[in-house]
Antibody, heavy 121, light 112 residues
Framework: EVQVVESGGGLVQAGRSLRLSCVAS????????MHWVRQAPGKGLEWVSG????????GYADSVKGRFTISRDNAKNSLYLQMKSLRAEDTALYYC??????????????WGQGTLVTVSS | DIVMTQSPLSLPVTPGEPASISCRSS???????????LDWYVQKPGQSPQLLIY???IGASGVPDRFSGSGSGTDFTLKISRVEAEDVGVYYC?????????FGQGTRLQIK
């Protein structure tokens, strides 16, 4: 079964850091781009960041550029999101999502259950 | 950034009736390869989003054929031929042409 499982969320003070992880199984992880998408409470979906299959290309939303860093370890079938200088507006459920392509294309055909990040001001 | 605009934002539908959601992009999503880089997702209550349609009109694996995507350039439509109770949820379009990838505001489909 193709699945991704997020972890690492929690309650953190504004200005602090947090690192999210996503472990994949059921597919060849190093053949696909991966992404983080978030959803603030009661709000819509917001793409946060994506990384291609080889880590050769990354992309970020303007709202997190310079503060968040996406990375992956293909040997561990794992995706990461290092979040620094957290703000109250970063409070959200963070989803890990698998792309259907090697490059950053979108087409998220597998989503995790999400990990909740709450930033207190 | 590409802005995605959906309408309507709320859609009450009687079971068995058709439904249609519109999505417009601030710039063309049609690439030189002939594909429109537009996805449709649904988020059912209490669940993670799931992919319905990609590249404008291709149904994702396991998606019932009552769901179809159409359109090109900047105007797109998701159609449900006959709505069922299990289709309740929020529907999002998303442009996959360029980063930052951007979603529409979402359309909440409710059963009358």
């Amino acid at each position: 079964e193709v699945q991704v499982v997020e972890s690492g969320g929690g309650l953190v003070q504004a200005g602090r850091s947090l690192r999210l992880s996503c472990v994949a199984s059921g597919f060849s992880f190093d053949d696909y781009a991966m992404h983080w998408v978030r959803q603030a409470p009661g709000k819509g979906l917001e793409w946060v960041s994506g990384i291609n299959w080889s880590s050769g290309r990354t992309g970020y939303a303007d709202s997190v550029k310079g503060r968040f860093t996406i990375s992956r370890d293909n040997a561990k079938n794992s995706l990461y999101l290092q979040m620094k200088s957290l703000r109250a507006e970063d409070t959200a459920l963070y989803y890990c999502a698998k792309d259907m392509a090697r490059g950053i294309r979108g087409d998220f055909d597998c989503w995790g259950q999400g990990t909740l990040v709450t930033v207190s001001s | 950034d590409i802005v995605m605009t959906q309408s309507p934002l709320s859609l009450p539908v009687t079971p068995g009736e058709p439904a249609s959601i519109s999505c417009r992009s601030s710039q063309s999503l049609l690439q030189s390869d002939g594909y429109n880089y537009l996805d449709w997702y649904v988020q059912k209550p209490g669940q993670s989003p799931q992919l319905l349609i990609y590249l404008g009109s291709i149904g994702a694996s396991g998606v019932p054929d009552r769901f179809s995507g159409s359109g090109s350039g900047t105007d797109f439509t998701l159609k449900i031929s006959r709505v069922e109770a299990e289709d309740v949820g929020v529907y999002y379009c998303m442009q996959a042409l360029q980063t930052p990838l951007t979603f529409g505001q979402g359309t909440r489909l409710q059963i009358k």
